[in-house]
DNA sequence: TATTGACCTAGAGTTAACTTCAAGTTCTAT
DNA sequence: ATAGAACTTGAAGTTAACTCTAGGTCAATA
């Protein structure tokens, strides 16, 4: 068992965010101790590694929550979470694709700018 | 020039916000009409283009709004704007590539969910 | 035993980027 | 001339995801 600060080390996350994301029920049923210190199971660390996971691919925290939510309804909600990356994933593929247009974008932007830029340069000679 | 209506069809921006972006100094020499009704230029379509452009990509309003200062101050700032879109290029490619990571870490999820199921379905049969 | 530092809670505050509201003014079409 | 749509303003409200505060409790050490 680790203590929230551990958790903390391990997973990056500010020990207030990790209360908040028990409040917000994110991962709710953490353990205490005898004197109410939470206590983070390696269970509990790996289900904050996906929700990092998910965090990370721009998955709103209540979307999360709601998976976190079948998970601990436990196996026969497993096809559902399948389906649920999937989608996850396809939305943040779409995403980068769109990304990367708009990045492309940039590029021209810049190359006017360098065109004007040696223009300008050209003048002040 | 163009309404403000018109500005909100060429850009896809509402009219909400774009009076925002004037009060927050993205584009804040919009002409009126005598009566007090913004008219956009052609040239403030094109600005609204640019800075679709670097919203698009993830600046900052602020850094926007900086840039676009550094574009009313005339072409000795070319050089600068120049540097500024080169280095706001290389973070978005590099949150590109990080993104690019974190979507294999679903990737792996997913696929351990997967193996999951199908072990939890020919359990069930 | 006393101190110190880590931890607890509920609730308030912050930030970015809008978005809505209320009340008034201007433009357009009949 | 007037109705109604479009526009104006300043200010308040919203949302997500934290982040901080205040006032306490718990645990380890001298």
Known sequence: ??????????????????????????LPNVSRSRGGFRQYSD?????????????N????LSDIARFMELTREGDQT????????KRHKEVVKGRMSEME????KVTHKLDHFSRMLSEYEKEME
Chains 1, 2 share one sequence.
């Open 101 to 104: 247009r708009h990045l492309e």
């Open 1 to 26: 068992m680790y203590t929230i600060h551990e958790a903390c080390e391990k997973t990056g996350l500010a020990a207030h965010t990790l209360r908040y994301y028990e409040k917000e029920r994110l």
């Open 43 to 55: 269970e509990d660390l790996e289900a904050l590694g996906l929700i990092c996971c998910l965090k």
């Open 78 to 85: 497993l096809r559902e979470r399948c389906e649920l990356l």
């Open 57 to 60: 691919t721009g998955m709103p």
